[in-house]
């Protein structure tokens, strides 16, 4: 069996020189049983006006066994058998990739296009649901100041957060991005940019919101405002790092999807991007807060379609998190994921069952509040406040 590859060398400004490329040839053997191949092989190094040739290499792969019918990961080195003295020897050089079958590569695709239609009606329907919550609180001006700033601001960073990373990716070349390659590249980029411009509406939307319900709360006691926003951010931080270190003590999410295409354990950033995930799961908690300290009548701060709708929206990526275990249980290539990114939230049979749970139990606490009073999922005493009222004193003088 034989080889011909062809290596480029990036500079650390983004840019390559025309001149700074190796070709390297080799052959030997395969064994089809293990998946293992060794070979001996040549480089021929062009570097501006020089050429070099180089014929004591020794490269061996790691395939995936041919009698598997899954693909897997592909790791190999490229090693040089001269002295380190010699001028030619370079440090082994390792890679690794994910193989495909031409079948689990259309999978993929399959998966993809599945995917990036679920983006779009989930980003349709969020801009659907803001808009009647906007509605809702022009024709009942009088609750605008009973919802919660702290839950808006963790709705509106989850849509702001994607379109700064899609424009980070764009926008500054970074070569950490890793594609997908395939003869439908241009559909799946226009498809990409329709998912931003939803994304985007969506985000303006959540930002109108905010704005009215902030100059709402203007005229009113921010006291309460910023108790419940304190003990949300108490709660986030302590429950941040319970969930955490159970993932550093366990040296990776626990337990992780088979297909999540992580070569090793997940790193501090993408724990906190996940953790990141969760809190937007559960963004009806700082209005249960605010609920409860406020007290009174039931109020209709938040219009049935949005806290039930936006709640199903949370939900549906879990659900579709094992559907797509069952279905497709490829190892997927980091960046083909448009739904249910693995580093966005936690996923896995345990998580996928304990979020929705949490977010159901979230909406209707948020139901029984609004129709029964901010306290009535606290026990008797701390729902029985007294109310003292100040009474003229009128004087005999």
């Known amino acids: 069996m034989s080889y011909t590859v062809s290596i480029n060398y990036f500079r650390r400004s983004n840019s390559t020189s025309p001149g700074d490329r190796m070709y390297l040839t080799a052959e030997g053997v395969y064994d089809s049983k293990t998946g293992y191949l060794c070979m001996v092989g040549c480089r021929k190094i062009h570097n501006y006006s020089t050429s070099v040739n180089d014929c004591e290499l020794l490269v061996k792969f790691e395939?995936?066994?041919?009698?598997?019918?899954?693909?897997?990961?592909?790791?190999?080195?490229?090693?040089?058998?001269?002295?380190?003295?010699?001028p030619l020897y370079f440090k082994e050089l390792t890679f690794s990739s994910t193989s495909y079958f031409t079948e689990q590569a259309v999978e993929t695709i399959s998966r993809?296009?599945?995917?990036?239609?679920?983006?779009?009606?989930?980003?349709?329907?969020?801009?659907?649901?803001?808009?009647?919550?906007?509605?809702?609180?022009?024709?009942?001006?009088?609750?605008?100041?009973?919802?919660?700033?702290?839950?808006?601001?963790?709705?509106?960073?989850?849509?702001?957060?994607?379109?700064?990373?899609?424009?980070?990716?764009?926008?500054?070349?970074?070569?950490?991005?890793?594609?997908?390659?395939?003869?439908?590249?241009?559909?799946?980029?226009?498809?990409?940019?329709?998912?931003?411009?939803?994304?985007?509406?969506?985000?303006?939307?959540?930002?109108?919101?905010?704005?009215?319900?902030?100059?709402?709360?203007?005229?009113?006691?921010?006291?309460?405002?910023?108790?419940?926003?304190?003990?949300?951010?108490?709660?986030?931080?302590?429950?941040?790092?319970?969930?955490?270190l159970l993932n550093w003590t366990r040296g990776k999410r626990s337990p992780p999807s088979s297909y999540s295409g992580n070569l090793g354990s997940t790193t501090f950033w993408e724990d906190v991007r996940s953790y990141a995930g969760l809190i937007l799961d559960g963004f009806l908690l700082p209005q249960i807060v605010l609920n409860a300290i406020r007290g009174g009548l039931g109020r209709a701060a938040l219009s049935g379609p949005f806290y039930v709708g936006t709640s199903a929206v949370r939900l549906v990526p879990h659900a579709y998190d094992q559907y797509r275990l069952r279905n497709y249980p490829t190892v997927g290539i980091n960046g083909t994921y448009f739904y249910a990114d693995q580093t966005a939230d936690f996923y896995s049979t345990v998580w996928d069952f304990v979020i929705p749970c949490g977010v159901v139990a979230l909406a209707v606490v948020v139901f029984l509040q609004q129709r029964y009073g901010g306290r009535c999922i606290l026990p008797r005493g701390f729902g029985e406040v007294e109310l003292y009222e100040k009474v003229p004193v009128v004087s005999n003088e």
């Open 63 to 86: 395939f995936a066994p041919t009698n598997e019918n899954r693909g897997g990961f592909t790791k190999g080195t490229i090693g040089s058998t001269r002295p380190k003295s010699d």
């Open 112 to 244: 993809m296009d599945l995917e990036i239609a679920m983006v779009m009606i989930s980003n349709t329907l969020s801009c659907v649901f803001v808009a009647l919550q906007i509605f809702h609180g022009r024709r009942n001006p009088e609750v605008q100041s009973c919802i919660s700033i702290a839950m808006l601001v963790v709705l509106s960073l989850g849509h702001m957060i994607p379109l700064v990373v899609n424009f980070e990716a764009l926008f500054l070349g970074s070569h950490a991005k890793q594609t997908f390659l395939m003869s439908s590249g241009k559909w799946l980029e226009a498809n990409e940019v329709a998912i931003r411009v939803v994304t985007m509406v969506a985000f303006l939307l959540q930002i109108r919101l905010l704005q009215s319900v902030w100059s709402a709360k203007e005229t009113d006691d921010n006291r309460i405002e910023k108790k419940a926003s304190f003990i949300s951010l108490v709660v986030y931080i302590f429950g941040g790092f319970i969930t955490l």
